[in-house]
């Protein structure tokens, strides 16, 4: 990033200080009801609803961890999610990949036009047609496997389109020099177009990390009555809605319990991002400035 | 030249053999389910499972059942006023951070992304909690400002504006990102002009941000209207629809009619009103881009 002259600031005043105050107040609301949430997970019930609130917790416990563990298979929960995002993420990639080379470095007949229908998809969601889709899932018997879960999500306008921008960047002389050398397309793209495209496949594998397993609509649908086959947002959703009806009974009005589990949803995503921060920030400019 | 056709014919095979993955599963998981859900909205399931055609019917229903009317309007409104409002905050935040500390700069787009990346499940979530009328935080400054009702998702104008506070919130980071990068990598020059000629940060924004960042406005309109068009977890987890069909929106009218009320043919029509919509967007972004490249 570039720096004024010897980091002296400019365009300082008393705008330029009213909108920095503006700023750190939208900070302060994105991220105080999280805070809230995870100080709440580790207060008892009675002082979560406690008014005035408690800021921070004065009578520390895990007895909310506790009581999730045992009264839900969060772990199962977990453990689906990861499965489902995990492949279904390395299936994108493979196949984003392989459509993004093509579209990128190879000429065919009906190249523009599928470009161009690949642009017009990138702003359909998978929600404006979730009832024929649920429908014909259902019918070839796919819900609650975890095929259900991953088919339909993998053929993604929007990875292919990002590839395709990566790809766009490698000089066509790089190509031309490997047809000499006779070396086969399929065989330059394993060899020399993949690795060269690396940092647009980690953008594209963790901005769909996080799509995929926030995929609340889908996987609702997905989900079957049995709760072992829930993933975790689906999971909490279930937990927030249970009202004193079987295994619930105890959630009702145990706000120490919902915080928890809310918690224990939050944190895989917000860990993930918080390592691959740069990756986010690189994935969501390259897949953007070409509109 | 023989030689030279059969190489281009093995090159387009190969091609179309690459593309094969992405163009069967895109035709199986999205193209056919778009062209079912059209014929399926000129049909209605009746009881016992017998399908009849019944023309535009379903549209008809949608456009004079005020339940769906409202759903319409509502998600109009959530457009026009929750997008401007993320464009202008989007806007506001890069261009007076972008040219300050790194870390500052970093931190701040850590912090607004956060929402985004935990899942609108568990930001409606904590917002429900922190927004119960008995025991939320909400309910605490209620009592200590002596606001009339501590309840706000149970008037129908301040459940209104709680949906469109948490739909700000949730899609701001995303757009503050994106001008961020368009801001830092504006020609230094014309900002050090600005600077020379004693303008503040009023004049930067007038005459170089706004003006500049205009291909990233218009990538973020468009991607935020179709956002809120769709918008659905939030409603199912804050309002319900509530109170008294107030904040439904046309996703969730879908959902409802689909999968818990079972009509399958006004849900269709919805989904193809939806698409419509989509469709607009989709034009008027080959539109802007096309404008662009003549330019």
Not at chain 1, 191 to 211: D, E, T
Not at chain 2, 220 to 235: D, G, M
Request: glycine share 6%; net charge positive; charged share 10%.
């Amino acid at each position: 990033m570039k720096h004024n002259k010897a980091g002296k600031r400019i365009f300082k005043g008393k705008f330029d200080l009213f909108l920095n105050i503006c700023v750190i107040i939208f900070c302060i609301l994105s991220v105080f009801p999280l805070y809230w949430l995870f100080t709440g997970a580790f207060k008892f019930s009675s002082d979560i609803t406690k008014l005035p609130p408690d800021w921070w917790p004065t009578r520390f416990t895990l007895t909310n961890f506790q009581k999730i563990f045992s009264t839900y298979p969060v772990w199962n929960w977990l453990l689906n999610s990861f499965i489902i995002t995990t492949i279904t993420v390395a299936l994108i990639v493979v196949i984003s990949s392989m459509s993004a080379y093509a579209l990128s470095k190879m000429r065919f007949p009906g190249r523009k036009g599928l470009l161009n229908i690949i642009i017009a998809c990138l702003l359909i969601p998978i929600e404006i047609y979730i009832l024929p889709l649920y429908n014909y899932v259902f019918k070839m018997g796919l819900q609650g496997s975890y095929w259900g879960y991953i088919l339909p999500c993998i053929a993604m306008p929007f990875g292919v389109y990002l590839l395709k921008n990566f790809y766009d960047e490698i000089p066509n002389e790089i190509m031309e020099a490997a047809n000499i050398d006779g070396c086969g397309r399929v065989r330059f793209f394993i060899l020399h177009g993949l690795p060269l495209s690396k940092p647009g496949i980690g953008a594209l594998a963790i901005l769909s990390y996080v799509q995929i397993w926030n995929n609340y609509l889908w996987q609702l649908l997905m989900a079957t009555s049995d709760t072992k086959s829930y993933t975790v947002i689906v999971g909490l959703a279930r937990v927030i809605n249970s009202t004193g009806t079987g295994t619930a009974d105890q959630a009702l009005f145990d706000f120490g319990l919902r915080y928890a589990t809310a918690t224990f949803t939050a944190i895989p995503m917000l860990v993930i991002f918080l390592v691959f921060q740069k990756y986010f920030t690189e994935g969501i400019s390259a897949g953007a400035v070409k509109g | 030249m023989n030689n030279h056709k059969k190489r281009r014919i093995t090159e387009s095979l190969q091609a179309y053999a690459f593309l094969a993955p992405f163009i069967i599963l895109g035709c199986m998981f999205m193209v056919y389910p778009i062209g079912k859900q059209f014929i399926q909205s000129f049909y209605n399931t009746k009881w016992g499972g017998k399908v009849v055609f019944v023309g535009l019917a379903n549209y008809a229903e949608i456009f004079t059942n005020e339940i769906y009317i409202k759903a319409i309007l509502n998600t109009l409104l959530f457009v026009i006023i929750a997008v401007p409002c993320i464009i202008i905050l989007g806007l506001l935040i890069a261009g007076s951070i972008f040219d300050k500390n790194k870390h500052y700069v970093s931190t701040v787009r850590i912090l607004l992304y956060i929402p985004t990346i935990v899942s609108m499940v568990v930001m409606s979530t904590i917002w429900r909690f922190m927004l119960n009328s008995q025991s939320g935080l909400v309910a605490y400054f209620a009592q200590i400002f002596h606001w009339k009702s501590a309840d706000l998702l149970s008037s129908s104008t301040s459940a209104k504006i709680i949906i469109i506070i948490v739909l700000i919130i949730v899609n701001l980071g995303q757009c503050v990102l994106l001008y961020i990068a368009q801001m830092i990598g504006i020609d230094h020059n014309l900002i050090d002009a600005c600077e020379v000629d004693g303008g503040n940060r009023w004049d930067l924004f007038r005459y170089i941000l706004i003006p500049l960042s205009k291909p990233t406005t218009i990538l973020v309109f468009i991607t935020n209207t179709s956002l809120v068009l769709k918008v659905y977890i939030v409603i199912q987890l804050l309002t319900s629809g509530g109170p008294n069909y107030a904040t439904t929106t046309m996703m969730y009218q879908l959902y409802q009619d689909a999968f818990v009320n079972f009509d399958t043919g006004v849900a269709s029509a919805m989904g193809v009103l939806l698409f419509a919509m989509t469709l607009v967007l989709i034009s008027a972004r080959f539109l802007f881009t096309s404008k662009e490249e003549r330019q």
